[in-house]
């Protein structure tokens, strides 16, 4: 059974940092490409930033770029995102993913963590 479990979201203040960690089992982690996406209540799930199975290739979402980095631990089968320089426009539920397709579309991604809730406060 493959579980994908987020952690290390939290409130933080505008300007601040936060490493998010997904945790994956039950699947070859490197064989899986890994995404980040975040959602907004009532609004469509937003790519946010992704690394190939090999990690050697990163994409970001323009919004992100230059404050987000996605990076993966092979040992810890853990993907982490670590933002900086966060604003309220970050708050949202950020979810991993897994598919052997690393793309900037959801429909890629064959398994889904639950969600962790950032919150950015201005």
């Known amino acids: 059974q493959v579980q994908l479990v987020e952690s290390g979201g939290g409130l933080v203040q505008a300007g601040g940092s936060l490493r998010l960690s997904c945790a994956a089992s039950?699947?070859?982690?490197?064989?899986?490409?890994m995404g980040w996406f975040r959602q907004v209540s009532g609004k469509e799930r937003e790519f946010v930033a992704a690394?190939?199975?090999?990690?050697?290739?990163?994409y970001y979402a323009d919004s992100v770029k230059g404050r987000f980095t996605i990076s993966r631990d092979y040992a810890k089968n853990t993907v982490y995102l670590q933002m900086n320089s966060l604003k309220p426009e970050d708050t949202a539920v950020y979810l991993c993913?897994?598919?052997?397709?690393?793309?900037?579309?959801?429909?890629?991604?064959?398994?889904w963590g639950q969600g962790t809730q950032v919150t950015v406060s201005s």
């Open positions: 690394i190939s199975w090999t990690g050697g290739s990163t």
């Open positions: 039950g699947l070859t982690f490197s064989s899986y490409g």
């Open positions: 993913a897994a598919g052997l397709a690393t793309t900037m579309s959801p429909n890629s991604y064959d398994y």
